[in-house]
């Protein structure tokens, strides 16, 4: 039979963030029920939790340690799909070597635009999908992932088909340019306006589940 909600039951520390709570709203010895289609239908003490409505009880009492649980962090600005790595210029910045130095020799963000540029679909996909998973595992659950390691229309158009067709999420995928034509060419080369926009006006209430690409509704 499948599961129609889920409690999480005996959490030792929950931080809710209810403005109607004192600090940062913990409830201590608390409880989560979750419905079927990802809805919080409870959230406060586990003596007062609908335990017998649950399909699935998760007992934390069971583990020892003082856990805490968290609302999802939410990642609203990051670059997921690139190639290559700085982290040989990191260390000269801690050096001291200045950034324009770096840059005029052909690293900085031009390195990463090399290197994204001459990657494979299948290349970047597997690489932004590792970073997703770490997301995930350091307690991710909503990720914005922007182009802009392009800086050409075949380029951008190239990481919003990673974003959109391999890696498999709801996502909004945002475009950086510092002209509004550029923007305008990705709409082209993506399928016209009707893309970009289709994505803000469908998804604009969405949750993103990086761990398993399922769709939550936004509460």
Not at 43 to 71: F, H, I, M, N, Q
Not at 107 to 126: D, F, N
Not at 127 to 134: F, K, L, M
Not at 141 to 154: A, H, N, W
């Amino acid at each position: 039979m499948a599961v129609s909600s889920i409690c999480v039951h005996h959490i030792p520390c929950l931080v809710t963030c209810d403005p109607g709570r004192e600090g940062l709203g913990k409830i201590y010895d608390a409880s989560v029920v979750f419905s079927s289609d990802n809805i919080i239908r409870y959230v406060g003490r586990a003596d007062e939790a609908p335990v017998d409505t649950a399909d699935k009880v998760l007992d934390l009492s069971v583990l020892r340690g003082g856990y805490v649980g968290l609302p999802g962090l939410v990642d609203c600005h990051t670059h997921s799909v690139f190639a290559g790595s700085r982290s040989a210029e990191f260390a000269e910045r801690l050096r001291g070597v200045p950034y324009v130095e770096i840059l005029q020799r052909g690293g900085g963000i031009l390195s990463t635009v090399s290197a994204t540029r001459v990657a494979s679909k299948e290349e970047l996909t597997a690489s932004a999908r590792a970073r997703i998973n770490q997301f995930v595992r350091n307690g991710c659950t909503t990720c914005e992932i922007k182009s802009g390691y392009g800086l050409s229309v075949e380029a951008e158009k190239k990481i919003l088909e990673v974003v959109v067709h391999a890696i498999g999420l709801w996502l909004f995928s945002n475009f950086v340019f510092s002209r509004v034509k550029r923007i305008r060419c990705v709409k082209r080369a993506t399928g016209g306006s009707e893309v970009c926009r289709g994505w803000c006006r469908r998804f604009w209430r969405t949750r993103y589940l990086a761990s398993s690409g399922t769709r939550g509704r936004s509460t």
